[in-house]
């Protein structure tokens, strides 16, 4: 009886631990109920077209002897020429404008 009343807080503390460990053991988590996380792969959006500014993701564009760096407005560009022809720098424009399936039907250039 010594023993008992000397240690009675171990005596406690042990029961308390045997008790912990059955109820885990009874009702614990035995990993039926596995959720496997998959990362979805996000969408990248397009770019919209504004009418009236379809070629705003081509630029700036150099081609040689000229700069197409801005709209001045819907279906207006602004073309800085280096040297050529007012001409030629047009149709080259218009190329371009083309080659990117764009309509230059509809645009103006100002020439800077």
């Given at each position: 009886m010594k023993f008992f009343g000397k240690y009675w807080?171990?005596?406690?503390?042990?029961?308390?631990?045997?008790?912990?460990?059955?109820?885990?053991?009874?009702f614990g988590f035995k990993g039926k109920y596995v959720v496997e996380i998959v990362p979805q792969p996000t969408e990248i959006p397009k770019p919209t077209l504004v009418p009236g500014f379809e070629v705003l993701n081509f630029l700036p564009y150099q081609g040689v002897g000229f700069v197409v760096d801005r709209y001045l407005g819907p279906n207006e560009l602004a073309v800085q020429i280096k040297g050529i022809d007012k001409k030629l720098a047009e149709k080259m424009v218009f190329e371009w404008m083309k080659e990117n399936k764009v309509a230059t039907e509809s645009y103006k250039l100002k020439i800077e």
């Open positions: 807080v171990i005596l406690i503390l042990c029961l308390v631990v045997i008790g912990m460990a059955t109820v885990k053991t009874k």
